[in-house]
């Protein structure tokens, strides 16, 4: 009898315990988890989907091997061309002629010295999306969202044509980039 008093009381006191912590509470990702995750959804940010814009040079590139635009076009100053090869010229707000012309709403480049990466270690790509003043002014946060809502991002996932998709479905790439930003955005080394 002395031993079954002894384990209700402990069964009683393990209890108390369980319900004195309240409910599981979600823990950030630490910081390696969240460089582990940046390090896995960097192979997107590599990918000529977002490099083909998103690139140091003059102007777009095209292409699953990305070469220069076959209209020498050139990013201008707002990123959306220069005098008569404005990027709307060609490319509407969707895909056309079977996809052959890529298109999304307010097809553009990001104007000169921001966010090119192209050629840049995943530790350079890391430190560009986390600087403001060549993200446009983002934190960590709106670079995420801005990956999870911008039309020409998702367009990567649907660009028709013969191109290729990102290395990742854009859910699993978004999850990755959101741990990275909730385990505080570290960048690999």
């Known amino acids: 009898m002395a031993s079954s008093c002894g384990l209700r009381r402990s069964l009683v006191v ?3 315990v369980l319900l004195s912590a309240g409910p599981a509470v979600a823990q950030a990702p630490t910081a390696d988890a969240a460089r582990a995750a940046f390090s896995r959804a960097v192979a997107v940010l590599q990918h000529p989907r977002c490099t083909n814009c998103h690139n140091r040079g003059e102007g777009p ?30 490319h509407r707000a969707q895909n056309t002629a079977g996809g052959s012309i890529p298109g999304a709403p307010d097809w553009r480049m990001p104007p000169p010295g921001r966010a090119g990466w192209d050629g840049l270690t995943p ?28 039309p020409l991002v998702l367009w990567a996932w649907e660009p ?6 990102p290395p990742l479905a854009h859910a699993d790439f978004m999850a990755l980039m959101r741990s990275w930003h909730e385990g505080g955005a570290p960048c690999p080394s």
């Open 14 to 16: 393990a209890g108390a």
């Open 123 to 150: 530790a350079e790509i890391c430190a560009a999306l986390k600087d403001r003043e060549r993200n446009a002014g983002l934190s960590p946060e709106q670079v995420v969202e801005h990956m999870a809502k911008d």
């Open 160 to 165: 028709g044509g013969i191109r290729e998709k």
């Open 61 to 90: 590139r095209q292409g699953n091997t990305p070469r220069a635009h076959v209209q020498n076009v050139k990013r201008g100053a707002d990123g959306r061309g220069e005098g008569a090869q404005r990027c709307t010229a060609c």
